[in-house]
């Protein structure tokens, strides 16, 4: 399995970008899809995740109602819409891909060590 996250960028704050992560190497589905970001300094933290099959959405407080996540089974694609952009949203962002059914628990969805496989990340960078 393959993830080629792309999208990020500098941006104003209070602009807009949307990430892409291209999944290949199997089918999807089954999967929980998720975002991921880790700040300088800090811990990875949960984002947002997706569920394959139904596009079923979670997201973390703080970006809830800013970004939306969906998904293009045709192209094997989930994207991150970000607007409303802050400062703090500074980070590098991961996709990742988990083989288990991870809807069954909050706990599970936002763990990192759930997910099998990872992008290798893209820069996103919002100025004040």
């Known amino acids: 399995v393959q993830l080629q996250a792309s999208g990020g960028g500098l941006v104003q704050a209070g602009g807009s970008l949307r990430l892409s992560c291209e999944a290949s190497?199997?089918?999807?589905?089954?999967?929980?899809m998720a975002w991921f970001r880790q700040a300088p300094g800090k811990e990875r933290e949960f984002v947002t995740a997706i569920r394959w099959n139904d596009g079923r959405l979670y997201y973390a407080d703080s970006v809830k109602g800013r970004f939306t996540g969906s998904r293009d089974n045709a192209k094997n694609t989930v994207y991150l819409q970000m607007n409303s952009l802050k400062p703090e949203d500074t980070a590098v962002y991961y996709c990742a891909a988990s083989s288990q059914s991870l809807y069954t628990s909050i706990a599970l969805l936002t763990t990192r060590s759930r997910y099998d496989y990872w992008g290798q990340g893209t820069q996103v960078t919002v100025s004040s």
């Open positions: 190497g199997r089918t999807f589905s089954g999967y929980t």
